[in-house]
């Protein structure tokens, strides 16, 4: 059978990178991209429809029109955003979840991918190494709806068999497209203004340490967990997932090795207490153990291709 695969929110940060990766992988006329605002991008490369994540109508609409048989549902209000709209950053987090697994308790479609993150720990969470099964306890809208769908995720597969799978994001760092509010977003503007003007300044202080991956691991990370057998796919409720660990004078000091005169100076802003109140590393071994995980970018990686890539972007 040939899968055809539905992606909600394609337009934001991981879905734009996610929908062309699964094209390659699956066909153009495969992969149907959506989002609440147009995407020129995915427009250009496959079928790309207008939807509204929080209506359970129109996403069976266009699941009904292409035969959809795997939902990736990225659609999200993010941490920073959430905090100032809260009642809305629930309800889009929430109900889009809902709407997607009644698909799948349906037998409407056959398998369902959402992600959670790091923002589901809390201050009380352990710092370092944080186990997959860990004090949970969030303090933002975002964290709290993350750690809810994260519930939500594993009673659907006990309660219903419904093949759901997740992946706890750490900070996402990616130079194709822009962040979306989040609270690691400052790990993506820092190369921007490394190259533009030099200098910046963060609003996340110093020694402020966070797990963090370069877009490229997460996109094979998300492949790699969707094509595992179902059998060795032990938690579902969301797999925690690392890589490497910095704060923002790492960072720094890494585009300081490209750029010797690159300056960093401090702000903190709201965004500080929610940095907080997550951990500053991640014990991921149980994606390593049941499908293999493992990342491939270091930091200097990292730095090496964001500055070669956004000189590259800014010359077009």
Same mark, same amino acid.
């Given at each position: 059978?040939?899968?055809?695969?539905?992606?909600?929110?394609?337009?934001?940060?991981?879905? /734009? @990178?996610?929908? +062309?990766?699964?094209?390659?992988?699956?066909? #153009? /006329?495969?992969?149907?991209?959506?989002?609440?605002?147009?995407?020129?991008?995915?427009?250009?490369?496959? &079928?790309? @429809?207008?939807?509204?994540?929080?209506? $359970?109508?129109?996403?069976?609409?266009?699941?009904?029109?292409?035969?959809?048989?795997?939902?990736?549902?990225?659609? $999200?209000? +993010?941490?920073?955003?959430? @905090?100032?709209?809260?009642?809305?950053?629930?309800? !889009?987090?929430?109900?889009?979840?809902?709407?997607? +697994?009644?698909?799948?308790?349906?037998?409407?479609?056959?398998?369902? *991918?959402?992600?959670?993150?790091?923002?589901?720990?809390?201050?009380? /969470? &352990?710092?370092?190494?944080?186990?997959?099964?860990?004090?949970?306890? &969030?303090?933002?809208?975002?964290?709290?709806?993350?750690?809810?769908? @994260?519930?939500?995720?594993?009673?659907?597969? %006990?309660?219903?068999?419904? %093949?759901?799978?997740?992946?706890?994001?750490?900070?996402?760092?990616?130079?194709?497209?822009?962040?979306?509010?989040?609270?690691? #977003? *400052?790990?993506?503007?820092?190369?921007?203004?490394? !190259?533009?003007?030099?200098?910046?300044?963060?609003? !996340?202080?110093?020694?402020?340490?966070?797990?963090?991956?370069?877009?490229?691991?997460?996109?094979?990370?998300?492949?790699?967990?969707?094509?595992?057998?179902? #059998?060795?796919?032990?938690?579902?409720?969301? *797999?925690?997932?690392?890589?490497?660990?910095?704060?923002?004078?790492?960072?720094?000091?890494?585009?300081?090795?490209?750029? &010797?005169?690159?300056?960093?100076?401090?702000?903190?802003?709201?965004?500080?207490?929610?940095?907080?109140?997550?951990?500053?590393?991640? %014990? %991921?071994?149980?994606?390593?153990?049941?499908?293999?995980?493992?990342?491939?970018?270091? +930091?200097?990686?990292?730095?090496? #291709?964001?500055?070669?890539?956004?000189?590259?972007?800014?010359?077009?």
């Amino acid at each position: 059978m040939t899968e055809k695969i539905l992606i909600i929110g394609a337009g934001g940060q991981i879905g /734009t @990178e996610l929908t +062309l990766a699964l094209r390659d992988i699956y066909g #153009d /006329t495969n992969v149907v991209a959506t989002d609440i605002r147009e995407s020129a991008v995915l427009a250009e490369s496959g &079928p790309f @429809e207008i939807l509204d994540a929080m209506s $359970a109508d129109a996403i069976h609409r266009v699941v009904s029109k292409y035969k959809i048989t795997q939902v990736y549902l990225l659609a $999200a209000m +993010l941490s920073a955003t959430a @905090e100032k709209n809260i009642e809305l950053g629930w309800r !889009l987090n929430m109900k889009s979840l809902a709407n997607v +697994l009644e698909l799948a308790r349906e037998k409407i479609i056959h398998k369902v *991918y959402w992600p959670s993150s790091i923002a589901a720990f809390g201050p009380n /969470t &352990p710092k370092e190494g944080v186990d997959q099964y860990t004090i949970m306890d &969030p303090n933002t809208v975002y964290g709290i709806s993350k750690l809810s769908g @994260e519930l939500w995720c594993r009673y659907y597969h %006990d309660r219903f068999g419904v %093949d759901v799978r997740s992946l706890r994001y750490p900070g996402i760092i990616s130079w194709k497209s822009q962040p979306g509010g989040g609270t690691t #977003d *400052y790990a993506i503007h820092i190369y921007h203004e490394a !190259l533009e003007n030099g200098a910046y300044e963060s609003f !996340l202080d110093k020694g402020t340490r966070l797990p963090m991956m370069y877009m490229p691991d997460a996109i094979r990370a998300t492949l790699e967990l969707m094509e595992a057998p179902s #059998d060795q796919i032990t938690i579902r409720s969301s *797999y925690n997932l690392g890589a490497i660990s910095f704060a923002p004078e790492d960072i720094a000091a890494s585009i300081q090795k490209f750029i &010797p005169n690159f300056e960093i100076s401090y702000n903190p802003d709201f965004r500080q207490a929610i940095a907080d109140s997550w951990p500053s590393s991640i %014990d %991921d071994s149980g994606a390593r153990e049941d499908w293999g995980w493992n990342h491939q970018f270091d +930091l200097d990686d990292i730095t090496d #291709d964001m500055l070669s890539n956004i000189r590259k972007m800014k010359r077009k």
